[in-house]
């Protein structure tokens, strides 16, 4: 049986060592193509390397602000359930749900654009053509933005090229990165952009941006139940009553004070955003040698398909 096999491995392997051959014969009869296309693809790939814009990435390390105290934290305690009838809402409510709140504030839609409107960064964000890093100032696509006039060019039929607050979110988005540390708690707020000043200044104006936010947020809502308390201290004649809601208006009023004399009310910066040195993208080598690659397999491709639709014939 062994004598038997013998005959139609060795068949086998002499098929496989001509096909070998016959492949490596069609390539040597098209060497000049192979290489000049492998030298083609790879100035190809040169260029367009060249051609992608610097892309640098500021980062911030944020940790959750601390909250207040654990005298604020026995009221709540005391008088949580009677608050939560009032409709008032007490400080104390946990660091993490703060955080949590920071977070999501950051991916929304409505913080974004008003955080693009206000810091006016829509010409920065959709036009930037490029970054003169010896200048130290950003050039803007000429066919999209005037930037002497301060205004975007029409698209067509007359129509100014203003871009949308969905397209502008979009965009703000896909350079945007808040990733928190589920051990430490700790946030980190990434942004990249063709300048490195702007990514570093965007960054910080995010981190102060929401903690404003929350904390205006919160004092409105303290101020609210201040009015409110008050309004229902008039109305109860009763001494214990009245006590309650006097406690509960100083908590409130504690709360005003906590935000208005601390900055960093959500987000504590341990390691604020800095001017980045070195970009973060593209790799051009990769590019090169990717599209290197790429141009010389299809090419090598295209030649056993000639080859054997020829043959064929």
Known sequence: MTEQNEPALDRQSL??????RELFSVFWSNRRLIVGA????GLISVAVAVMQPNIYTASALLAPAEQTGSEV?????QYGGLASLAGISLPGGGEGSRTQLGIHL???????????ERRNLLPTLMAVHSWNSDLGELKFDASLFNEEQGVWLPKDEGKYGKPSQHEAYKAFMSKLSVSQNKQTSYVTVTFEHQSPIVAANITDWLVQDVNSAVKEQDVREALRSIQYLHDQVEKTALADLQAIFFE??????????LAEVRPEYVFKVIDPAVVPEEKSAPSRAIICIIGTLLGTLLVLCGVLVRHYMWWRK
């Open 38 to 41: 492998a030298i083609g693809s």
């Open 248 to 257: 509960l208006i100083q908590s409130q009023t504690e709360r005003v004070m």
């Open 106 to 116: 950051l991916k929304s839609r409505a913080f974004v654009a008003g955080f693009i």
């Open 73 to 77: 934290g026995g009221l709540m305690r």
């Open 15 to 20: 098929e496989e060592e001509l096909d070998l």
